[in-house]
């Protein structure tokens, strides 16, 4: 065993050393959307491309805009987790949301890519809709209240 030790000492510190050090280099990551959106956007030329190129591009989008259909939206979101002092967290690395705007006829006429500082700036309605459908009915308040009644005291 001494033999062992001692002439392959070196090789087994550098194999261990080459084992442990590979597990840190690729950083894990958690992709949601398109990848690469910002790239891909760049390949998108204003006032030249059409739906065509950009669903060559790109691909379908994540969603349409309620105002009207010649408004795309695309996202990507990148979380990798987070540095020691974080408790391995999910972070977020990367946030992008590309605007895509036709005309009538289906050409790009704008492009807006927004970052996760651009988001932060966006400001959001605080008002709060109401809405008659969910609320519940007399009855239904009625026997929830009987129902805590007679489940409450166990």
């Known amino acids: 065993m001494f033999f062992f030790t001692k002439y392959h000492l070196k090789k087994i510190i550098l194999f261990l050393f080459i084992i442990l050090i590979s597990c840190g280099l690729q950083e894990q990551s958690n992709n949601h959307g398109i990848i690469f959106l910002e790239n ?10 059409n739906k065509n190129d950009v669903l060559k591009v790109i ?3 994540h969603t349409k805009s309620i105002e009207s259909e010649n408004k795309w939206i695309y996202i990507e979101r990148v979380l ?7 408790l391995g967290q ?5 946030n992008n949301i590309l605007i895509l705007t036709f005309d009538k006829f289906g050409i790009l006429t704008d492009k807006q890519l927004l970052n996760k500082n651009d988001i932060k700036d966006i ?5 709060k809709t109401e809405n008659r459908i969910t609320q519940k009915s007399f009855v239904e308040k009625l026997l929830q209240s009987l129902k805590g ?3 409450g005291n166990k």
């Open 123 to 127: 400001e959001f309605s605080e008002s």
């Open 149 to 151: 009644k007679m489940y």
């Open 59 to 61: 691909g379908e989008p």
């Open 80 to 86: 990798t987790k987070g540095e020691y002092h974080k």
């Open 40 to 49: 891909r956007a760049k390949k998108l030329i204003v006032n030249n491309s």
């Open 90 to 94: 999910n972070i977020i690395k990367t």
